[in-house]
């Protein structure tokens, strides 16, 4: 079973069996609203997501992701939500503060 927990979100758990599955599908799948202004293509970086733990469950840098990390607009800890795939295990991630909506409450969890 794969699982994604959603720190700031009090600790919002998302279980599946799906794998090679982006990050964002899960997500959505679940009812929890993340942000992706580009249509969940790679073209920006309003859907990404800091990983607190499991960045080695998740798949392998995209091409996108390799550009922004290159322009300083990922970071080592971030990835997009749109690009990457839960591959295995379990990722702990947080919603970075520039991309949380007004209308959803962050707890700290």
């Known amino acids: 079973m794969?699982?994604?927990i959603i720190e700031n979100l009090y600790s919002r758990e998302i279980k599946t069996l799906e794998t090679d599955c982006k990050?964002?599908?899960l997500i959505h799948e679940n009812y929890i609203d993340w942000m992706h202004?580009?249509?969940?293509?790679g073209r920006c970086t309003s859907c990404k997501m800091i990983v607190v733990e499991?960045?080695?469950n998740l798949s392998e840098l995209t091409e996108r992701e390799?550009?922004?990390r290159e322009?300083?607009?990922l970071t080592s800890k971030e990835r997009l939500t749109c690009q990457a795939e839960l591959k295995s295990g379990t990722i702990?991630?947080?919603v970075a503060?520039?991309?949380k909506f007004p209308h959803v409450d962050y707890g700290e969890g």
């Open 54 to 56: 499991g960045m080695e």
């Open 23 to 25: 990050v964002i599908e």
């Open 37 to 41: 202004a580009c249509g969940k293509k």
């Open 92 to 94: 702990k991630i947080r």
């Open 71 to 73: 322009n300083g607009r």
């Open 2 to 4: 794969l699982k994604i």
């Open 66 to 68: 390799i550009f922004y």
């Open 97 to 99: 503060d520039v991309n």
